[in-house]
């Protein structure tokens, strides 16, 4: 009883740490053996992709099409690449840009990423509705160009 403590903040590292240095930046990663269905959407062009995986091989449908299961699983690494370069639970988003969600095949709840514009050379992204982070503008530009190779047979480019 009565006793303080007194530690410099050398000693314990965490008591000045900020969220972004002990938390993953790629905030949503369902592993695909998981999915059901992705769905995409912008301004330009909508896809629903329904994904089958089987003991011996798997399948993909785009838009009710039999589709190539390796650019499927391009254009969802580049989903997933989406990275929260800093913390944003502000209120405020820009004109929307681009919607993808992830539908999986037990009783877990969609998730639904959506990409908004910022005021700062950045985008705003919303998980299941809510802001959670910001990051470069540069992926939204490249998600635009990445869903319109998709659809029409393009090159998928992973870096942004």
Known sequence: KGVIYYFSA?????????????MSKLF??????????????????E????????????????????ADLERFQLFYQFLVSCRGEEIYVGEE???????FSYTYDDDREKDTVTLYESDDRKIIIAVNGKNIFKTKWNYATRLLENAQAYLNGGEIVLNF
């Open 47 to 66: 896809l629903t992709a329904v994904v089958e995986w089987g003991a011996e091989d798997a399948k993909v449908t785009l838009n009710g099409e039999q």
């Open 93 to 99: 988003k820009g004109d929307f840009i681009a919607e």
């Open 10 to 22: 050398d000693s314990m590292v965490w008591a000045t740490m900020e969220p972004t240095q002990y």
């Open 28 to 45: 949503l990663m369902p592993y695909i053996y998981d999915l059901d269905t992705v769905t995409y959407r912008d301004n330009e062009c």
